[in-house]
């Protein structure tokens, strides 16, 4: 078998800890390689439902190894408490679960900074989930982050605790009148952390390698989704971390070369939470209707999902920017009983017509969509496990996407549930497959 990085091919919430969790009993490692808390994976399986911020899904096979590699940023009071709620649910955790020493740590300052500036900002806000994700990536960019190895070491970490609240005491107080933080109540609780977490912070990367090296599988984790990505996403309005699979490699130490495949998930529709464009959004009856039956609210944060029409160019964007090798579609069921389903194939802005994602940003909150219209199909499919047996105007809407991203479709999900699954092909055993157009 292959390695194999799972990757949002939207804005994130496309369904990947249900197919994560579902390649993950072929797979000897799940790697978590970007993002925080901030992410929120839902799986539901014959032990009931979890809920997953940090750890990797994968945690629910014994056998499997859950990495949270370099590119995390960890906050350990979250992860704590999620290890504790999972542990309530008869999830071990054990040596089946380990951290990168590289890993960057939240602290409390940059939750707070993180409150303040989007509150600054006023109709400028991003919509950030406020759990300092964004500081603590710029501090690590900045040079001044702090590690989880450092919390393994009490005077290291108290150095560069020292040393970093001066600067940012003074800059929480003076611009947005924070209270100030006192380093010995931060380096207590921290160290109390250090204790709980201490046998789990490992050397992530050359564990990793070695394993890679020994050909066992690895399956990596994406977080949030392409058009979140920091730099290939939709700027601003993005999360700050590399949500592509570049950042596989970057946020894990494993070598590009060493990746055999990359599977893309998308919803059959399209979602958003937060701001920023969205030009296939529905705003009317449809789109309360989307986000009803398909149950779009944010596991992490419990916002309501903003709602639309599958967007072709969206997905093909984020074919092209990580190389997909093949496609998992989530969500047929919520489509059931839609009289007409549309696809949107380009966007129309100023006269002209662009096929592909602009770039720019005014132009894709200005655009107006242009769509392909399609008959729905008034049979239920969920539950189904045969592609044979979907509808045929099903089969037709998912020939469509598949043609329209140029990239095949192994996987489609017809409900929450594990086994509501039809697997055409399982990707992890598709070495470095070519995509095909």
Same mark, same amino acid.
């Given at each position: 078998? @292959?390695? *194999?990085? !799972? =990757? &949002?091919?939207?804005?994130?919430?496309?369904?990947?800890?249900? #197919?994560?969790?579902?390649?993950?009993?072929?797979?000897?490692?799940?790697?978590?390689?970007?993002?925080?808390?901030?992410?929120?994976?839902?799986?539901?399986?014959?032990?009931?439902?979890?809920?997953?911020?940090?750890?990797?899904?994968?945690?629910?096979?014994? @056998?499997? *190894?859950? !990495? =949270? &590699?370099?590119?995390?940023?960890?906050?350990?009071?979250?992860? #704590?408490?999620?290890?504790?709620?999972?542990?309530?649910?008869?999830?071990?955790?054990?040596?089946?679960?380990?951290?990168?020493?590289?890993?960057?740590?939240?602290?409390?300052?940059?939750?707070?900074?993180?409150?303040?500036?989007?509150?600054?900002?006023?109709?400028?806000?991003?919509?950030?989930? &406020?759990?300092?994700?964004?500081?603590s990536y710029a501090d690590? #960019?900045?040079?001044?982050?702090?590690?989880?190895?450092?919390?393994?070491?009490?005077?290291?970490?108290?150095?560069?605790?020292?040393?970093?609240?001066?600067?940012?005491?003074?800059?929480?107080?003076?611009?947005?009148?924070?209270?100030?933080?006192?380093?010995?109540?931060?380096?207590?609780?921290?160290?109390?952390?250090?204790?709980?977490?201490?046998?789990?912070i490992v050397d992530a990367t050359m564990l990793v390698n070695r394993m890679v090296d020994a050909k066992k599988t690895i399956l990596f984790e994406g977080a949030q989704g392409t058009h979140l990505d920091v730099d290939m996403g939709t700027y601003p309005y993005v999360t700050s971390s590399s949500s592509t699979a570049g950042g596989a490699s970057t946020g894990t130490g494993v070598g590009p070369t060493k990746i055999d495949a990359v599977l893309g998930v998308a919803k059959v529709y399209s979602t958003r939470v937060g701001s920023g464009p969205f030009p296939t959004e529905l705003t009317d009856a449809v789109g309360a209707g989307l986000q009803d039956r398909g149950k779009e609210f944010g596991a992490t944060t419990g916002r309501a999902r903003r709602c639309g029409w599958f967007d072709a160019v969206v997905v093909r964007y984020a074919t092209i920017v990580n190389g997909f090798s093949s496609l998992a579609m989530t969500k047929l069921d919520v489509l059931d009983g839609c009289k007409e389903l549309k696809v949107c194939t380009g966007y129309r802005y100023q006269g002209q017509l662009y096929r592909d994602m602009p770039a720019d940003l005014q132009t894709l909150t200005e655009c107006e969509p242009v769509y392909?219209?399609?008959?729905?199909?008034?049979?239920?499919?969920?539950?189904?496990?045969?592609?044979?047996?979907?509808?045929?105007?099903?089969?037709?809407?998912?020939?469509?996407?598949?043609?329209?991203?140029?990239?095949?479709?192994?996987?489609?999900?017809?409900?929450?549930?594990?086994?509501?699954?039809?697997?055409?092909?399982?990707?992890?055993?598709?070495?470095a497959r070519t995509r095909s157009r």
């Open positions: 078998m @292959g390695n *194999l990085v !799972v =990757i &949002g091919a939207q804005w994130g919430d496309e369904g990947k800890g249900k #197919i994560v969790d579902i390649l993950a009993r072929d797979a000897d490692a799940v790697v978590r390689y970007q993002g925080g808390s901030n992410a929120g994976h839902t799986v539901i399986n014959d032990r009931g439902t979890f809920i997953f911020h940090l750890v990797p899904s994968g945690i629910l096979y014994r @056998g499997t *190894l859950c !990495v =949270i &590699g370099n590119g995390v940023v960890v906050d350990p009071a979250s992860l #704590i408490e999620e290890m504790d709620h999972l542990q309530g649910q008869g999830v071990k955790f054990g040596k089946n679960f380990v951290i990168s020493q590289r890993a960057h740590v939240i602290l409390p300052y940059h939750k707070a900074i993180d409150k303040a500036a989007e509150q600054s900002k006023g109709a400028r806000r991003i919509g950030t989930t &406020g759990r300092g994700i964004g500081p690590k #960019i900045s040079r001044i982050g702090i590690r989880m190895g450092d919390m393994l070491n009490p005077a290291v970490f108290r150095r560069k605790l020292e040393e970093n609240l001066v600067e940012i005491n003074w800059f929480l107080e003076q611009l947005y009148k924070v209270e100030r933080f006192e380093v010995e109540k931060v380096y207590q609780q921290y160290m109390g952390y250090a204790d709980r977490l201490r046998s789990h392909k219209r399609f008959k729905g199909w008034s049979s239920w499919t969920t539950g189904t496990t045969s592609y044979r047996a979907l509808p045929v105007e099903a089969k037709r809407y998912l020939q469509y996407i598949e043609e329209s991203a140029a990239c095949p479709i192994d996987i489609v999900s017809t409900g929450s549930k594990r086994d509501a699954t039809i697997i055409l092909r399982n990707p992890l055993k598709a070495r």
